[in-house]
């Protein structure tokens, strides 16, 4: 156990619809990053955030958003939905690596989606 | 933009047999970092490297980081069923953001 938690474990959807993805990190850890991985794919970066703020963006579309609440946990929202969003969706959190820790990621059990 | 490439995407190989998989990072990094992810799982973090040259054995695997501090690589010794899996390193690369870098990982499949 990780002491990451993400709900929903398994989603199915469709086209056109929006979903919003959770995710708790572990206690203590300011940071969390969420990743997309498609079927037998790498982890594709998505965005990251710091103590509430966002810290840093990657491949993430426009039609996604996120965000980090005051208790830490973050939410990431998919919109409008296509057949090419489903994946798995993973949330890692850590603690900062600035403060000389090695900022090792800790991975929840992913969120699956399926958009039909 | 900072890639890490990481080779191969696949290696079979029969149970016994050795297997490495090489990450290249097109720029120097800070430390990288290498993770391991069962088939339906998620990944978890095996180990970091930082020190130009690193060595770091656990067990059957053992782990380099280049003199430049720009490659690495992962070996196992021995393969056993339970090795399966996808390998990816992560380096983090030197800039205000400290960012990880993921190589695309190596499926390692161990032939019945």
């Known amino acids: 156990d990780s002491g990451v938690t993400q709900t929903p474990k398994h989603l199915i959807t469709a086209t056109g619809q929006r979903v919003t993805l959770r995710c708790s990190p572990r206690?203590?850890?300011?940071?969390v990053y969420w990743y997309q991985q498609s079927l037998d794919q790498g982890l594709q970066f998505l965005i990251q955030?710091?103590?509430?703020?966002?810290?840093a963006k990657g491949n993430i579309l426009e039609r996604f958003s996120a965000q980090q609440f005051p208790d830490l946990h973050s939410e990431l929202n998919l919109s409008s939905l296509e057949l090419g969003d489903s994946a798995l969706y993973f949330c890692?959190?850590?603690?900062?690596?600035?403060?000389?820790?090695?900022?090792?990621?800790?991975f929840g059990e992913g969120s699956r989606l399926t958009v039909l | 933009g900072q890639q890490v490439m990481q080779i191969p995407q696949y290696q079979h190989v029969q149970e016994g047999e050795d297997f490495t998989t090489y990450c290249n990072s097109s720029?120097?990094?800070?430390?990288i970092q290498w993770y391991k992810q069962r088939p339906g799982g998620h990944p978890v973090f095996l180990i970091q490297?930082?020190?130009s040259g690193e060595v770091k054995k656990q067990k059957r695997l053992t782990f380099q980081f280049g003199e430049a501090k720009k490659n690495s690589s992962l070996h196992i010794t021995a393969t056993q069923t339970t090795d399966v899996g996808t390998y990816f390193c992560?380096?983090?690369?030197?800039?205000?953001?400290?960012?990880?870098?993921w190589g695309a990982g190596t499926k390692l499949i161990i032939k019945p």
């Open positions: 490297l930082v020190k």
């Open positions: 955030y710091y103590n509430g703020e966002e810290r």
């Open positions: 992560a380096g983090r690369v030197m800039d205000s953001n400290y960012q990880l870098i």
């Open positions: 720029t120097t990094l800070s430390n």
């Open positions: 206690s203590g850890d300011l940071s």
């Open positions: 890692a959190s850590t603690s900062n690596p600035l403060a000389g820790n090695t900022g090792e990621l800790f």
